[in-house]
Protein backbone atom coordinates (compact mmCIF):
# COMPACT_ATOMS: atom_id res chain seq x y z
CA UNK A 1 0.00 0.00 0.00
CA UNK A 2 0.71 3.75 0.13
CA UNK A 3 3.88 4.71 2.22
CA UNK A 4 3.89 8.18 1.55
CA UNK A 5 0.43 9.71 3.13
CA UNK A 6 -1.21 12.59 1.58
CA UNK A 7 -4.15 14.35 3.35
CA UNK A 8 -6.50 16.17 2.74
CA UNK A 9 -8.12 13.89 -0.23
CA UNK A 10 -9.95 16.11 -1.62
CA UNK A 11 -10.65 20.40 -0.90
CA UNK A 12 -12.83 22.56 -2.55
CA UNK A 13 -11.67 26.21 -2.29
CA UNK A 14 -13.60 29.73 -2.74
CA UNK A 15 -11.22 31.34 -5.25
CA UNK A 16 -9.42 33.90 -3.66
CA UNK A 17 -9.05 31.68 -0.42
CA UNK A 18 -5.70 29.54 0.53
CA UNK A 19 -4.76 26.31 0.41
CA UNK A 20 -2.55 23.72 1.96
CA UNK A 21 -2.31 19.64 1.28
CA UNK A 22 0.34 17.77 3.92
CA UNK A 23 2.29 14.96 3.07
CA UNK A 24 3.53 12.66 5.69
CA UNK A 25 5.79 9.69 5.22
CA UNK A 26 6.74 6.87 8.45
CA UNK A 27 10.61 7.43 7.22
CA UNK A 28 13.21 10.03 7.01
CA UNK A 29 13.23 11.00 3.00
CA UNK A 30 16.24 12.14 1.20
CA UNK A 31 14.29 14.43 -0.68
CA UNK A 32 10.63 14.85 -1.66
CA UNK A 33 9.26 16.23 -4.76
CA UNK A 34 5.90 18.34 -5.53
CA UNK A 35 3.96 17.35 -9.13
CA UNK A 36 0.39 18.82 -10.00
CA UNK A 37 -1.78 17.15 -12.52
CA UNK A 38 -4.51 19.15 -14.34
CA UNK A 39 -7.69 17.05 -14.90
CA UNK A 40 -7.08 14.96 -18.30
CA UNK A 41 -3.15 15.92 -17.44
CA UNK A 42 -0.11 14.40 -16.55
CA UNK A 43 1.78 14.82 -13.57
CA UNK A 44 4.15 17.85 -13.96
CA UNK A 45 6.94 17.99 -11.83
CA UNK A 46 6.66 21.23 -9.40
CA UNK A 47 9.61 21.48 -7.14
CA UNK A 48 12.19 19.20 -5.05
CA UNK A 49 13.12 19.85 -1.91
CA UNK A 50 16.16 18.24 -0.38
CA UNK A 51 17.56 19.85 2.70
CA UNK A 52 16.06 19.73 6.14
CA UNK A 53 13.46 22.56 7.30
CA UNK A 54 13.82 24.04 2.98
CA UNK A 55 11.21 26.24 2.19
CA UNK A 56 11.00 27.42 -1.15
CA UNK A 57 8.38 29.35 -3.17
CA UNK A 58 7.39 29.61 -6.64
CA UNK A 59 4.57 33.25 -6.82
CA UNK A 60 1.85 32.10 -4.48
CA UNK A 61 3.05 28.32 -3.69
CA UNK A 62 4.79 28.08 -1.14
CA UNK A 63 6.80 24.21 -0.45
CA UNK A 64 8.38 23.01 3.01
CA UNK A 65 10.29 19.96 4.34
CA UNK A 66 10.26 19.04 7.71
CA UNK A 67 13.15 19.54 10.14
CA UNK A 68 13.16 15.64 10.22
CA UNK A 69 12.70 15.61 6.46
CA UNK A 70 9.35 13.21 7.30
CA UNK A 71 6.84 15.68 6.39
CA UNK A 72 6.44 18.29 3.52
CA UNK A 73 3.70 21.07 2.60
CA UNK A 74 2.36 23.24 -0.01
CA UNK A 75 0.26 26.11 0.69
CA UNK A 76 -1.22 28.10 -2.38
CA UNK A 77 -2.16 31.60 -1.49
CA UNK A 78 -5.21 33.15 -2.59
CA UNK A 79 -6.49 30.03 -5.06
CA UNK A 80 -7.07 30.97 -8.67
CA UNK A 81 -9.25 28.73 -11.46
CA UNK A 82 -5.86 28.16 -12.77
CA UNK A 83 -4.68 26.20 -9.78
CA UNK A 84 -7.37 23.17 -9.99
CA UNK A 85 -6.07 20.18 -10.23
CA UNK A 86 -4.34 17.58 -8.18
CA UNK A 87 -1.20 17.94 -6.27
CA UNK A 88 0.92 14.69 -5.31
CA UNK A 89 4.15 14.60 -2.81
CA UNK A 90 6.72 11.63 -3.63
CA UNK A 91 9.81 10.09 -2.01
CA UNK A 92 11.99 7.86 -2.71
CA UNK A 93 11.16 4.36 -1.18
CA UNK A 94 12.66 1.13 -0.96
CA UNK A 95 10.63 -1.20 -2.97
CA UNK A 96 10.29 -4.93 -1.85
CA UNK A 97 12.82 -5.93 -4.55
CA UNK A 98 15.37 -3.76 -2.84
CA UNK A 99 15.88 -0.41 -5.32
CA UNK A 100 14.81 2.99 -4.22
CA UNK A 101 11.65 4.05 -6.01
CA UNK A 102 9.62 7.47 -6.30
CA UNK A 103 6.52 6.72 -3.91
CA UNK A 104 3.50 8.72 -4.87
CA UNK A 105 1.22 9.94 -2.47
CA UNK A 106 -2.78 9.54 -3.31
CA UNK A 107 -3.03 13.10 -4.19
CA UNK A 108 -4.74 16.21 -2.76
CA UNK A 109 -7.41 17.01 -5.52
CA UNK A 110 -8.77 20.62 -5.42
CA UNK A 111 -11.47 22.29 -6.45
CA UNK A 112 -11.75 26.59 -7.01
CA UNK A 113 -15.01 27.60 -6.60
CA UNK A 114 -15.13 31.27 -9.01
CA UNK B 1 12.45 19.87 -27.13
CA UNK B 2 10.14 16.93 -27.62
CA UNK B 3 8.93 15.41 -23.95
CA UNK B 4 8.15 11.66 -23.52
CA UNK B 5 6.01 10.01 -26.02
CA UNK B 6 3.52 8.01 -25.97
CA UNK B 7 1.30 5.76 -27.78
CA UNK B 8 -1.83 5.00 -28.18
CA UNK B 9 -3.51 8.19 -26.29
CA UNK B 10 -6.47 6.41 -25.99
CA UNK B 11 -7.51 2.21 -26.86
CA UNK B 12 -10.59 0.11 -26.30
CA UNK B 13 -10.13 -3.34 -26.48
CA UNK B 14 -12.02 -6.53 -25.06
CA UNK B 15 -11.34 -8.25 -22.60
CA UNK B 16 -9.06 -11.11 -23.98
CA UNK B 17 -7.08 -9.14 -26.58
CA UNK B 18 -3.83 -8.74 -26.86
CA UNK B 19 -3.12 -4.59 -25.51
CA UNK B 20 0.84 -2.64 -26.45
CA UNK B 21 1.40 0.33 -25.17
CA UNK B 22 4.33 2.27 -26.53
CA UNK B 23 7.01 4.79 -25.23
CA UNK B 24 9.78 7.14 -26.78
CA UNK B 25 11.63 8.44 -23.71
CA UNK B 26 13.39 12.14 -23.37
CA UNK B 27 16.66 11.12 -25.41
CA UNK B 28 19.27 10.94 -22.81
CA UNK B 29 17.62 9.75 -19.84
CA UNK B 30 18.71 6.77 -18.74
CA UNK B 31 15.60 6.11 -16.78
CA UNK B 32 12.16 5.13 -17.73
CA UNK B 33 9.05 3.90 -15.74
CA UNK B 34 6.10 2.77 -16.36
CA UNK B 35 3.09 3.96 -14.09
CA UNK B 36 -0.53 2.77 -13.96
CA UNK B 37 -2.97 5.25 -12.72
CA UNK B 38 -6.47 4.42 -11.07
CA UNK B 39 -8.48 6.38 -8.54
CA UNK B 40 -8.14 3.29 -6.07
CA UNK B 41 -4.93 2.98 -6.36
CA UNK B 42 -3.39 6.20 -7.08
CA UNK B 43 -0.22 5.84 -9.38
CA UNK B 44 1.99 2.98 -8.77
CA UNK B 45 4.93 2.18 -10.70
CA UNK B 46 4.88 -1.21 -12.14
CA UNK B 47 8.35 -1.38 -13.46
CA UNK B 48 11.40 0.72 -14.60
CA UNK B 49 14.65 0.31 -16.22
CA UNK B 50 18.24 2.05 -15.90
CA UNK B 51 19.89 1.74 -19.23
CA UNK B 52 17.29 -0.44 -21.15
CA UNK B 53 17.90 -3.02 -18.15
CA UNK B 54 14.94 -3.84 -16.00
CA UNK B 55 15.49 -3.05 -12.20
CA UNK B 56 12.29 -3.47 -10.68
CA UNK B 57 9.74 -5.26 -11.83
CA UNK B 58 8.16 -5.73 -8.09
CA UNK B 59 5.05 -3.60 -9.13
CA UNK B 60 3.82 -5.62 -11.89
CA UNK B 61 0.44 -7.13 -10.76
CA UNK B 62 0.78 -10.16 -12.44
CA UNK B 63 2.17 -12.96 -15.18
CA UNK B 64 0.04 -11.46 -17.87
CA UNK B 65 2.08 -7.74 -17.90
CA UNK B 66 5.69 -7.49 -19.33
CA UNK B 67 7.64 -4.83 -20.27
CA UNK B 68 10.73 -4.38 -22.91
CA UNK B 69 13.07 -1.81 -23.37
CA UNK B 70 14.75 -2.91 -27.00
CA UNK B 71 17.09 0.00 -27.14
CA UNK B 72 17.00 3.15 -25.24
CA UNK B 73 14.68 5.34 -27.25
CA UNK B 74 11.94 2.82 -27.23
CA UNK B 75 9.65 0.65 -24.38
CA UNK B 76 6.81 -1.46 -24.89
CA UNK B 77 4.15 -2.62 -22.23
CA UNK B 78 2.05 -5.62 -23.10
CA UNK B 79 -0.91 -6.56 -21.21
CA UNK B 80 -1.99 -10.27 -22.94
CA UNK B 81 -4.56 -11.52 -21.77
CA UNK B 82 -6.60 -7.77 -20.89
CA UNK B 83 -8.88 -8.00 -18.34
CA UNK B 84 -11.37 -5.42 -17.57
CA UNK B 85 -9.86 -4.22 -14.15
CA UNK B 86 -6.77 -3.40 -16.22
CA UNK B 87 -8.88 -0.38 -17.39
CA UNK B 88 -6.50 2.82 -16.39
CA UNK B 89 -4.40 5.37 -17.25
CA UNK B 90 -1.00 3.98 -17.95
CA UNK B 91 2.03 6.90 -17.69
CA UNK B 92 5.51 6.18 -19.32
CA UNK B 93 7.94 8.57 -17.59
CA UNK B 94 11.71 8.86 -18.03
CA UNK B 95 14.61 10.77 -15.89
CA UNK B 96 17.94 11.79 -15.97
CA UNK B 97 18.85 10.17 -12.61
CA UNK B 98 18.11 7.81 -9.59
CA UNK B 99 15.15 8.82 -7.58
CA UNK B 100 17.88 9.11 -4.32
CA UNK B 101 20.16 11.46 -6.50
CA UNK B 102 19.08 14.58 -4.97
CA UNK B 103 20.32 16.59 -8.43
CA UNK B 104 18.08 16.28 -11.75
CA UNK B 105 16.38 13.27 -11.34
CA UNK B 106 12.98 15.26 -11.85
CA UNK B 107 10.33 12.65 -13.68
CA UNK B 108 8.56 13.63 -16.62
CA UNK B 109 5.31 11.76 -17.83
CA UNK B 110 4.49 11.36 -20.99
CA UNK B 111 0.70 12.21 -21.52
CA UNK B 112 -0.70 8.87 -20.82
CA UNK B 113 -2.25 6.15 -22.53
CA UNK B 114 -5.64 5.60 -21.23
CA UNK B 115 -6.76 1.74 -21.42
CA UNK B 116 -10.31 -0.07 -21.80
CA UNK B 117 -11.14 -3.24 -21.64
CA UNK B 118 -14.65 -3.50 -21.90
Known amino acids: GQQVMQIPQYQHVQEGEDFTTYCNSSTTLSNIQWYKQRPGGHPVFLIQLVKSGEVKKQKRLTFQFGEAKKNSSLHITATQTTDVGTYFCAGPRKSGAGSYQLTFGKGTKLSVIP | DAGVIQSPRHEVTEMGQEVTLRCKPISGHDYLFWYRQTMMRGLELLIYFNNNVPIDDSGMPEDRFSAKMPNASFSTLKIQPSEPRDSAVYFC????????????????FGEGSWLTVV
Open chain 2, 93 to 108: ASSLASVTSGKRNTIY
